[in-house]
């Protein structure tokens, strides 16, 4: 009997090395209970690992030793399921092969996903595979989690995946065909059409009337030679120099030059082709061995050295990427001594947006909006759904103008403020306040902070020493609390958050489901975690 070959990693297919090994096994009347011991001797590098983290019990299961490796090389239901739709013929595999290949990765794909091998189990196996590749993203992990077989499981649990969000199938689609939809259709060849000659048909980079633009001379035109070369420049074979730079104070043209037009030197009113760095083209120079200054030139003796300016520019973009803030200013705090119900109402009536706020609030309609505008008892609120509260409605209050400093003071300059950044102080406002414009007054505010500005500079903050930790010797003198959320998706409860709390002398837990983490349902499950034990 021949020996059997040794498992070769990213060279041997798992699953055919398995099928021989069984079929070479029941060949040889070896019982199913000693099958392990000799694939164990044929296991190499990554298998052999997946192999020794199985407990002894396990190690002599052959059904569980194949489960495991088929894990550690990814041969999972999803996996048949791609292979069996994604699967092309092979090189030299004839058509009968191709089949049985099929075949192969179905059955494997049916089996993992505990189908039956009936005609109603392999229908709700590929309905249930394209009503899944039809979902939305969230929807298509959170029915993929929870494995369901039978349709109507399927059904029930998206129909209320959906209902606790307030959405329908069709909002979102997993692959995007919204998107590919809305793509414009692409353009026939008839439809191209050059920009050089103005015909379609091609573009401009196959345009057969398309200039071919060589090297050529910047001065005259010419692509005959170059401008160092250029005749028009040059005067008995050499270029026409000056006695000083171009714009200085005195600029001459030695008369045993001349003109490069071959005019003559001799008189004051020459006209030369000059070509410098600060002015080009004919200029009326004055030729002579002493003569002091040039004639109509147009540059002045005190003009600056334009070889010493530096030539940084700012392109558009990078202005448009430039952030300009405006002036920061230190506001004054007021300082208000309490404002009761009627002082409000009166300033909301006396803010002129506040009040058509409230002459909206009382026309427009409300069905379907998830924020508007509310008028009760004489006060404007503006009222929101809140996600992270089960949904509920939350009503802030429309802050007038002359109470919002006062409003942003109390937030962050105070104690119970602590100079907080940004994000925290605006959150701190918008648990009660609401006015327009409120994220930008915020994040000036914050800004403009004296104290702030001069406490702490960015990166200077120095690591704390390290101290030792006291041990809490006595049960439940001291424990640590911690909320753990929001948590996608929620239960079938609707609990999004986890209250945890944990005894820092015996290390007893306690976890409490919530729906939401504001301050009185929190308080509500700390009073029923201390209620048996007292508190700490």
């Known amino acids: ?149 039978d349709l109507e499981e399927v059904a029930r649990s998206a129909e209320l995946f959906l209902t606790a969000r307030k959405r329908q199938l069709s909002d979102r689609a997993r692959q995007g065909t919204t998107h590919e ?3 414009p259709p692409i353009s026939k060849k008839e ?34 030679h170059m401008r160092k070369d250029c005749p028009k420049l040059r005067m008995n074979n050499s270029q026409v120099t000056s006695s000083k730079r171009a714009g200085s104070a005195a600029m001459r043209v030695m008369e045993t030059q001349g003109s490069a037009s071959g005019e003559d030197a001799g008189k004051a009113d020459t006209r030369y082709d000059v070509r410098t760095e600060v002015q080009d083209g004919l200029l009326q120079l004055a030729s002579g061995k002493r003569v002091p200054a040039m004639i109509d030139c147009g540059a002045c003796g005190d003009d600056p050295d334009m070889t010493a300016m530096v030539g940084a520019v700012t392109t558009r973009a990078q202005a448009r990427q430039e952030v300009r803030h405006r002036p920061l200013t230190v506001p004054d705090t007021p300082k208000h001594t309490g404002v009761d ?64 400093k006062y409003v942003m003071s109390s937030a962050h300059d105070t104690i119970t403020g602590g100079h907080l950044g940004i994000k925290k102080t605006r959150e701190k406002i918008m648990s009660n306040f609401y006015w327009p414009g409120m994220y930008e007054d915020v994040a000036r505010y914050c800004r403009s902070c004296d104290i702030c500005q001069k406490t702490v500079s960015k990166g200077t903050v120095q690591k704390a020493p390290m101290e030792n930790i006291p041990v809490v010797d006595v ?36 976890a409490v489901p919530l729906r939401r983490i504001d301050t009185e349902t929190v308080a509500e499950a700390l009073v029923d975690i201390y209620s048996p034990l007292g508190v700490p």
Request: hydrophobic residues 35%; contains cysteine.
């Open 1 to 149: 009997m021949p020996k059997l070959p040794a498992f070769v990693n990213r060279k041997d297919d798992l699953d055919s090395w398995l099928l021989r090994f069984v079929r070479f096994a029941t060949t040889s009347g070896w019982p199913k209970e000693s099958w392990c011991t000799p694939l164990s001797a044929l296991l190499t590098v990554r298998t052999l690992e997946a192999f020794c983290r199985l407990s002894e019990t396990e190690a002599t299961d052959y059904d569980r030793v194949k489960e495991v490796l088929q894990k550690r090389y990814n041969l999972t239901e999803d996996s048949y399921r791609q292979r069996f739709r994604t699967c092309s013929p092979e090189e030299g595999e004839n058509p009968s092969m191709f089949i049985v290949r099929l075949k192969t990765y179905l059955e494997r794909w049916m089996k993992l996903a505990e189908a039956p091998q009936t005609y109603e189990a392999l229908r709700d196996l590929f309905v249930k595979e394209q009503f899944l590749e039809s979902s939305p993203a969230d929807l298509f992990t959170y029915l993929r989690e929870r494995r369901l077989a």
């Open 181 to 183: 939809q809305n793509k």
């Open 191 to 224: 439809e191209i059409i050059c920009h050089n000659c103005r015909k379609p048909g091609h573009t401009t980079q196959n345009c057969r009337n398309k200039a071919t633009h060589g090297r050529g001379c910047y001065h005259c035109g010419e692509l005959t």
């Open 341 to 404: 119900l009627r002082e409000l109402i009166r300033l909301q009536q006396d803010d002129e947006a506040i009040k058509g706020m409230g002459e909206t609030a009382m026309s427009e309609n409300r069905a379907g909006r998830t924020s508007f505008f509310e008028k009760r008892d004489g006060i404007v609120y503006r009222v929101y759904n809140d996600a992270t509260r089960g949904g509920a409605d939350v009503r802030l209050v429309v802050l007038p103008e002359s109470l919002r």
């Open 475 to 510: 049960p439940f003198k001291r424990v640590a609390v911690d909320l753990i959320g929001p948590i996608e998706p929620a239960s079938e409860a609707g609990h999004r958050y986890i209250l945890t709390l944990v005894d820092y002398a015996t290390r007893y837990p306690e």
